[in-house]
């Protein structure tokens, strides 16, 4: 289909049905559902608990450059491409992004209709960070991974997220790159070594006929499939180069990845770096280490490596930084991890410093974002009189605290902002909308923003829409890079024309 057939004239910037807020018929994304959808919760101990070799990695270190190294050689012992790189000879091609899918929810399968619909003719699809929650099980793929985009008809590559390594990477490499080993950490050494090695959460057993039998089922057509060459890799075309690096566990890239990476970036052709996890998100900057020096940004920022955009997952929504680097040239860097999993919260990105304010671009908008957690947070509750907040009193709140305008233009009887209530103020506090600073403090502080992700947003699920859920679409010709961000919001009327909530479009040459 046109590229340009494929989104709503209507977008959360421009109306508030454009974000979701109001459903004429419910989304078709039920039908595709399994007849038993398995009951996943992050408020559930259990599932904390299946995750904590998170903890441990950063707390005892993480051993996922070492249990890389080993799996690595055994991809290049048995004949990996060389380089890690798959070759493409046209120019011109397409394909779709999406991040931190794998729930196997409704969240995860209201975004397969406009999917399909916004990038169902691309060459191929990138899956980046956490393909399967919630800790990567080789036996969760067949619900997680094949069924959901059973209908997508070109290939599909990954890079892993830290959920995905919880299991030691095995159900990952098993699946994208037809590995099965058991690269088992190295002991950990020191006076506390037995905690780690008694908690730490081994992988699995690999069913290899049961994920052959849903792999067959579900996703066996000829065009389908591809075995990527490792868990970083890049796949290079006459007018660009797509170099996906694998972050592991807490962010850090081994010395034999940093030293791929600066290799496969040398060069003067344009190149776009895909990774585990944001250099810059909620207005920080996050440039990923590599072991025995540098960092992926400084890689990403050299001039001679002539990139033009980074993205990443990791973080369960959409942000777009255009960054002006010291020699002139524009990096965009993006975040994409919304494709199916529990939504981050926006309002609490700060007042953006990295890059201008008006520059700055997030979905779902801020005074969305507050507007749907207020509600949440009303239903727990109990008290949806005091907590509840209409997406025109959020976003009057959050503007009043960041000092900033709405990306949706609510105005007031006389045509000015509309002045937020002491109710929706101090729900916005208590929510963890920042102060911008040019406002004098109040005499209430909340702690909101200072508390873990898992205990704001990983809590915050939730199974209906709006979802406020994204996907990118991606389209290359000889001169240009055209990035669009569609938003998949769970209702019926915005399934086929998924709304394009923004859009750059990047020159090569």
Not at 44 to 64: E, H, K, T, Y
């Amino acid at each position: 289909m046109p590229p340009e057939a494929v989104s709503s004239p209507d977008n959360s910037r421009e109306s508030e049905a454009g974000a979701g807020w109001v459903c004429q018929r419910p989304g078709t994304f039920d039908e595709l559902l399994p007849e038993r959808v398995a009951d996943f919760s992050w408020r559930r101990p259990r599932v904390l608990w299946r995750s904590r070799n998170d903890v441990l990695a950063r707390l005892f270190g993480d051993p996922s450059n070492d249990i890389r190294r080993r799996c690595v050689a055994a991809l290049r012992d048995r004949g990996a491409p060389a380089a890690f790189t798959v070759h493409r000879a046209d120019p011109e091609f397409s394909f779709a992004l999406l991040g931190d899918t794998g729930e196997g929810d409704r969240s995860q399968y209201a975004v397969v209709p406009p999917l399909l619909n916004a990038a169902g003719d691309t060459d191929f699809m990138v899956i980046v960070s956490d393909v399967v929650y919630p800790t990567g099980d080789s036996a969760q793929y067949p619900d997680k991974f094949f069924r959901p985009y059973k209908d997508y008809p070109a290939p599909i590559y990954a890079v892993p997220g830290n959920h995905d390594w919880y299991d030691g990477l095995r159900g990952f490499l098993h699946v994208f790159c037809d590995l099965d080993a058991d690269c088992a950490p190295p002991p950990w050494r020191g006076p506390l070594s037995f905690l780690p090695r008694m908690l730490w959460r081994g992988p699995g057993e690999v069913d290899g006929a049961a994920l052959a039998d849903a792999r067959g089922r579900y996703r066996g057509a000829p065009g389908q499939r591809c075995v990527q060459p490792g868990p970083y890799w890049a796949i290079d075309a006459p007018s660009l180069r797509v170099v996906a690096v694998d972050t592991g566990i807490d962010g850090v890239v081994d010395r034999d990845q940093g030293r791929w990476l600066r290799e496969v970036s040398a060069g003067p052709k344009p190149k776009l770096l895909v990774t585990g996890k944001p250099l810059y998100v909620d207005d920080e900057h996050h440039p990923g280490e590599i072991e025995g020096g540098g960092t992926i940004d400084d890689v990403v920022r050299d001039p001679a490596h002539h990139y033009v955009a980074a993205i990443g997952g990791d973080v369960h929504n959409y942000q777009r930084y255009p960054l002006r680097t010291e020699d002139g040239r524009t990096i965009q860097y993006i975040v994409s991890g919304g494709g199916g999993a529990f939504m981050h919260a926006t309002h609490t990105i700060p007042r953006t410093r990295v890059v201008d304010e008006d520059d700055f671009r997030c979905y779902p908008l801020r005074g969305d974002s507050l507007s749907r957690y207020s509600k949440l947070y009303g239903r727990w509750l109990r008290l949806p009189r005091l907590f509840e907040l209409t997406p025109a009193e959020a976003a009057a709140a959050v503007e009043h605290r960041l000092g900033i305008r709405s990306g949706r233009g609510y105005t007031d009887s006389e045509g000015g902002a509309p002045v937020p209530s002491r109710r929706a103020r101090l729900v916005a506090a208590m929510l963890g909308v920042p102060r911008d600073g040019r406002h004098r403090p109040g005499r209430l502080r909340f702690p909101v923003r200072k508390l873990p992700q898992r205990f704001r947003s990983e809590l915050a699920d939730w199974d209906d829409p709006p979802f406020f859920k994204s996907f990118l679409r991606l389209d290359v010709t000889g001169s240009s890079l055209r990035i669009r961000c569609h938003a998949a919001t769970g209702c019926g009327d915005q399934e086929t024309a998924p709304p394009c909530e923004d859009e750059v479009t990047i020159p090569l040459r």
